[in-house]
């Protein structure tokens, strides 16, 4: 059973930047996908950011702005977020393995001024 903790949300003013950090439990293998995911308040969770081997997947909607990485050594993916707006407000939660796979606690994002 692998366990994920995700840290690095906050309270943030629009423009600003976070960094998310996801820490497995054991390995991560690259080819399963690991990935961030999102859920605001009366949404439907969506798919922010994944990565799968060499491959990245973003949402239309954070294109150009977030960064998902991912360090094996450290059992760890990242999720870099720059020019954050209100809208990207949410509780955001670490995947590996997809849908029917592992997910942590969430961690909430908060954008305002």
């Known amino acids: 059973q692998v366990q994920l903790v995700e840290s690095g949300g906050g309270l943030v003013q629009p423009g600003g930047s976070l960094r998310l950090s996801c820490v497995a439990s054991?390995?991560?293998?690259?080819?399963?996908?690991m990935g961030w995911y999102r859920q605001a308040p009366g949404k439907q969770r969506e798919l922010v950011a994944a990565?799968?081997?060499?491959?990245?997947n973003y949402a239309d909607s954070v294109k150009g702005r977030f960064t998902i990485s991912r360090d094996n050594a450290k059992n760890t993916v990242y999720l870099q977020m720059n020019s954050l707006k209100p809208e990207d407000t949410a509780v955001y939660y670490c995947?590996?393995?997809?849908?029917?796979?592992?997910w942590g606690q969430g961690t909430q994002v908060t954008v305002s001024s």
């Open positions: 054991e390995r991560i293998f690259s080819w399963y996908a």
């Open positions: 990565l799968s081997g060499g491959s990245t």
């Open positions: 995947n590996y393995r997809g849908i029917g796979g592992y």
